[in-house]
Structures are given as structure tokens and as C-alpha cells.
């Protein structure tokens, strides 16, 4: 089965500073892909970043970046330059490649972007 | 380009009182389909998906069920609420061979 841990249940950064999110995952698979959504407090979930396991270079896309380390299994969100519409839940998580993708989801890290 | 709908925003229901939340899907054709719930101050826990028109599958027991009469519709029931019912239920959508999903704007319940 497949687990995401997260093991912060908050941080807070200054406006314009980087931030790293932890993210820790447990699989059997091969094959699987690797999710960052971000969750502002009108609840909609927004997709930041996507890695799959067999992608050689870390994914970026904007401001988001992630630190993808196979071998310890960790998939990090780092986001630079914070601005303070970050502020909100984020969540990491992950499905094997398949045919239809059952994410499996961390329990979240609530970021806070201070002026 | 793709949309997906989610009704109601938020819907306030007593105990025993049945329940029918509705999604549907604009702009693709045989999406996969997906319940969630989020509990407050938790993850999203997924409830149900669906491959294709009348296919449910189930992934945690509870007193809730789905049905997809449509190929872009999926509807979550209940005959009878719980106050554990309690929570905010979101919508996806993925398209098959490929990563990710869309979510909905979601549902707020609140059983009372």
C-alpha cells in the first residue's frame, strides 16, 4: 500500500523568502507519480507540480519547484519568493501509473506567508 | 476546454435526511470519475471511483453510495445521513493514461 507522510502541520515564512515543504512517500511500485496540490481556504484543490518516477530532472513550474530524491524517497515542494496568496493548505500525494490513478494524499502542511 | 461542475457549495442537512450531490463534467469524453471527502483538518480520504458509465468502485465502507448514470455525470447518496457524514466532498476527474486530476469547487456538508 501506498503511504504519504507529512510531517509538518504548519510553517511560516516571510514574504518573499523560500520555503521547503517535506513530503516523505512508501511504495512498492515502480512506476508512479509524484503530486503537490495546493488548498487555499475557499477549499478548492489547486494542482501545483507534478514528478514522475522515472523523470531524471526535478519538476519545475513557476515559482514551485520539487526536490525529488528517489533513494530516500522524499518529493519536496519548495517555493521561492513567497508571496502572500501562498498562504493555505498543501498536500502531497501520489498514485501508481495506471489506468485510473486512486491518489493517495498526505495529511497537509498549512503554510503561512507573513508581510 | 475542460470543466467540471459541483453542486451544491454548501448544504446543511438533519440527521436521517437523504442526500444527492451531483458532478458533471464538460469537455472530454469517458473520464475517470472520483468521490472525496476531506474531514476537517484532515487529508482527503477517497470514497468512490468510476471507469466508465455504471461502474462504481468503493473504497472505504460507509453510508454513502455513488452511481454514474451518464458518461460525464457521477452523483454521491445517502438513504439516511450520519452526523459522521460531516465533512467537505470533492469531485475529480482524470483522464485515462495520463496524471493527475481536476477537482471540483466542492460540497461543505454539514449534517446536523
Known amino acids: 500500500a501506498q503511504k504519504i507522510t507529512q510531517t509538518q502541520p504548519g510553517m511560516f515564512v516571510q514574504e518573499k523568502e523560500a520555503v521547503t515543504l517535506d513530503c516523505t512517500y512508501d511504495t512498492s511500485d515502480q512506476s508512479y507519480g509524484l503530486f503537490w496540490y495546493k488548498q487555499p481556504s475557499s477549499g478548492e484543490m489547486i494542482f501545483l507540480i507534478y514528478?514522475?518516477?522515472?523523470?531524471?530532472q526535478n519538476a519545475t513550474e513557476g515559482r514551485y519547484s520539487l526536490n525529488f530524491q528517489k533513494a530516500r524517497k522524499s518529493a519536496n515542494l519548495v517555493i521561492s519568493a513567497s508571496q502572500l496568496g501562498d498562504s493555505a493548505m498543501y498536500f502531497c500525494?501520489?498514485?501508481?501509473?495506471?489506468?485510473?490513478?486512486?491518489?493517495?494524499f498526505g495529511t497537509g502542511t498549512r503554510l503561512l506567508v507573513s508581510p | 476546454s475542460q470543466t467540471i461542475h459541483q453542486w451544491p457549495a454548501t448544504l446543511v442537512q438533519p440527521v436521517g435526511s437523504p442526500l444527492s450531490l451531483e458532478c458533471t463534467v464538460e469537455g472530454t469524453s469517458n473520464p475517470n470519475l472520483y468521490w472525496y471527502r476531506q474531514a476537517a483538518g484532515r487529508g482527503l480520504q477517497l470514497l468512490f471511483y468510476?471507469?466508465?458509465?455504471?461502474?462504481i468502485s468503493s473504497e472505504v465502507p460507509q453510508n454513502l453510495s455513488a452511481s454514474r448514470p451518464q458518461d460525464r455525470q457521477f452523483i454521491l447518496s445517502s438513504k439516511k445521513l450520519l452526523l459522521s457524514d460531516s465533512g467537505f466532498y470533492l469531485c475529480a476527474w482524470s483522464i485515462k493514461q495520463t496524471y493527475g486530476y481536476t477537482f471540483g469547487s466542492g460540497t461543505r456538508l454539514t449534517v446536523v
Open positions: 500525494a501520489m498514485s501508481p501509473k495506471g489506468d485510473f490513478q486512486k491518489l493517495v
Open positions: 514528478q514522475g518516477s522515472y523523470d531524471e
Open positions: 468510476s471507469v466508465g458509465i455504471g461502474q
